[in-house]
């Protein structure tokens, strides 16, 4: 292995430029991928390579071969040293010898290379991944960050090397963050993002999760790096500076940092945008206005810039956004107001609507009311009988020891931390921070004096009442509290949980066809009301307002785009899938198709009620103008906290839709 170190490390050396190795440059570590892939070594032998090629191995290795080392991880040739390079046609070339005239002076003495300032978003990027992701903080999953991140730094190193492939681009990634604790939340035995086993590069020891989450998040970034030219092309600028953004806290102050630093702020038509409208822009991220998660930023020689936001999404099979009752009661009395405005509805007849629409979700939230309660009798069962024995069996019975220990014992004493939970505003959009909890508050609520240790007893008694208290108990602690029950003879709450989600169903069905009992009119075409108010929150939803670009981030041209790991949804793309160029048109043309329940298929759901799939419909037109009803979007309704979980409504693409999205990139 250490002559073939000593080999690599000239060829290396030789390829680059001025000779000088860094390790910190991504150009630098592409080239080594070449380096090795042109050797033809086995993949096996490419990845311990790479892994075994630290700064301080590298050194060790590059001193006893008469190589020393510059700084800043940087090598070059140590005087009087005599390796040599074979060249192409089999001649040896003297390395580091002036008179060399076959080859750059590859390690001829350079000069320490410039350190490069970090900047707050780098190291804001750098904290999130050696740090990896923290439950109830956003973006909501470790998939989702891994994605946003590093799709980021995919762009980075395709603007230093362009020709490089997808598959070096994954090993690249995985090289170097594979094993940072955010990468190590990738793993797992399940391909992401619909991926086939074919699709995944062959990269022996690293986990399918790993492997189609990377592979994600270069696609992702090379549709990053292509958009950023594509606007440099449209703008006319050369010997830009592109710099990737993550929407956590600081990467948005970065954002706005940049802006009022700016020359001047201009779209991909070159109009000038005002810093004032930038910022509100910025402000609005993860909202309607600008339901973006990252951002690129690009500055032209002059110091003017141009900002891409961008939706990341792992593919187009992923949930594009989630909802509530009353964020959508809201959305119908907008809808309601603007059909009085244009005269197509009384006030008495508005009124009258909205006031059922208010009825519907106040009797969705009852019936949550009465899900809780439900749900909540296992927690209060176990509560009121909780004994030696009962704790006994939940530490050593092999469904519930992992659970108890991380969820019980290890968190509810003094010191222990619970991560936020989610929390939801009206509009369904996830509340930052979420909601907080406080180990020692729970303790002290069932008797625990500060100074002391907890009994079990109080642990699990404060465990308890934490799960009924939290809005939206994670899916472990659910998962605890009902094989505790069923360890100790609980009530079986199942046919309760499954009525109470038949009838929010059946509710939801019940108010659409109330609506739809009335029509109105759209620019001369009759339209049912409840068609028009679920056309009304689908083209929320799905940020159609790109299509017709009103307000916003939609306003700008090609300033916003939903990237589906590589596949683009931008206003262009809706416009040709759908034919139309405004809402109305799309609302002329839409229509929703009766729920149908969705029953579970294994374990102790199966065969029971889990949700609902409501397949919302558009008349979609061809290039020739022919019509065809296609199936856009589902509207689901399921728990994604378990069998006693609330109901949450969710939005995803249909197949269908996804072909064509596909078909008009």
Do not use: C
């Not at 706005?256 to 000038?272: F, H, P, Q, S, T």
């Not at 094989?483 to 709450?493: A, E, I, L, Y």
């Amino acid at each position: 292995m250490n002559d073939l170190i000593k080999k690599i490390l000239i060829e290396w050396s030789f390829r680059l430029d001025d000779g000088m190795i860094n390790l910190h440059n991504p150009k630098h570590i592409i080239i080594l991928s070449e380096v090795l892939k042109d050797m033809k070594l086995p993949t096996k032998v490419i990845l311990e390579v790479m892994s075994n090629m630290t700064e301080s191995e590298a050194s060790e290795k590059a001193k006893k071969m008469g190589l020393v080392h510059l700084g800043g991880g940087s090598y070059g040739k140590e005087k009087g040293s005599q390796a040599t390079h074979q060249t192409k046609d089999g001649k040896l070339v003297k390395v580091g010898d002036k008179q060399t005239k076959t080859g750059p002076n590859v390690f001829s003495q350079p000069q320490k290379p410039a350190e490069t300032e970090t900047t707050e978003n780098e190291k804001s990027q750098q904290n999130h991944i050696e740090k990896g992701f923290v439950k109830g903080a956003a973006p909501g999953n470790p998939g989702s960050m891994y994605n946003e991140i590093m799709s980021g730094k995919v762009a980075d190193l395709i603007r230093e090397n362009p020709d490089s492939s997808d598959e070096e681009l994954t090993k690249l990634i995985i090289e170097k963050y594979g094993n940072t604790r955010l990468g190590k939340q990738q793993n797992s035995k399940t391909r992401a993002g619909g991926l086939k086993k074919g699709d995944l590069p062959n990269i022996e020891g690293v986990s399918n999760g790993l492997l189609s989450k990377t592979l994600i998040a270069v696609k992702s970034g090379r549709r990053k790096a292509e958009r950023a030219k594509e606007a440099e092309k449209d703008l006319g600028w050369e010997n830009t500076k592109s710099e990737e953004f993550f929407g956590d806290k600081k990467g948005l102050e970065e954002q706005r940092k940049r802006v009022r630093n700016a020359k001047k702020i201009v779209d991909l038509d070159g109009n000038e945008i005002s810093q004032e409208e930038m910022l509100e822009i910025i402000d609005s991220s993860g909202s309607g206005d600008n339901p973006s998660d990252t951002a690129t930023i690009i500055t032209s020689d002059d110091g003017t810039i141009t900002i891409l936001f961008t939706s990341d999404k792992d593919s187009l099979d992923a949930i594009i956004s989630q909802s509530s009752a009353k964020a959508e009661s809201t959305q119908t009395d907008d809808a309601i107001l603007s059909l009085v405005d244009n005269k197509q509805l009384s006030q008495e007849e508005a009124e009258a609507i909205a006031g059922e629409r208010r009825n519907f979700a106040d009797k969705k939230e009852n019936t949550e009311r009465k899900l809780k309660k439900v749900t909540n009798k296992p927690s209060e069962f176990l509560k009121e009988n909780i004994s030696d024995e009962m704790i006994e069996k939940a530490k050593t019975e092999k469904d519930t020891k992992k659970h108890f220990e991380s969820r019980v014992t290890n968190r509810f004493k003094p010191g222990g931390k619970i991560s936020s939970t989610v929390l939801f505003d009206e509009d369904g959009n996830k509340i930052k921070g979420g909601q907080k909890h406080d180990p020692e508050d729970y303790l002290k609520k069932v008797g625990w004096k500060e100074g002391t240790e907890p009994t079990e007893k109080q642990q699990l008694e404060a465990f308890l009442l934490y799960s009924k208290t939290a809005e939206n108990p994670e899916a472990n602690t659910q998962k605890l509290v009902s094989r505790m029950n069923k360890q100790n003879g609980g009530p079986d709450v199942s046919e309760s949980v499954e009525n109470i989600r038949k009838e929010v169903i059946k509710d939801e069905q019940e108010h659409i066809d109330f609506l739809n009992e009335r029509e109105i009119e759209i620019d001369g075409k009759k339209v049912k009301l409840g068609n028009f108010v679920s056309g009304n929150n689908i083209w929320k939803q799905g940020h159609f307002d790109a299509i017709s670009g009103n307000k916003g981030v939609h306003k700008h041209r090609g300033m916003f785009e939903v990237n589906n790991g590589g596949n683009s949804i931008t206003g262009e793309t809706l416009k040709k899938v759908f034919g139309v160029d405004n809402k109305n048109q799309f609302l002329q043309n839409f229509e929703v198709e009766e729920a149908t329940e969705q029953k579970g298929v294994s374990g102790k759901q199966k065969g029971k009620v889990t949700g609902s799939t409501r397949i919302v419909y558009a008349i979609v037109k061809d290039k020739k103008g022919n019509k065809t009803r296609i199936p856009i979007m589902e509207k689901r309704q399921r728990s994604k906290e378990g069998e006693l979980g609330k109901l949450q409504t969710v939005y995803k693409w249909t197949k269908d839709f996804q072909q064509l999205v596909k078909d008009n990139q």
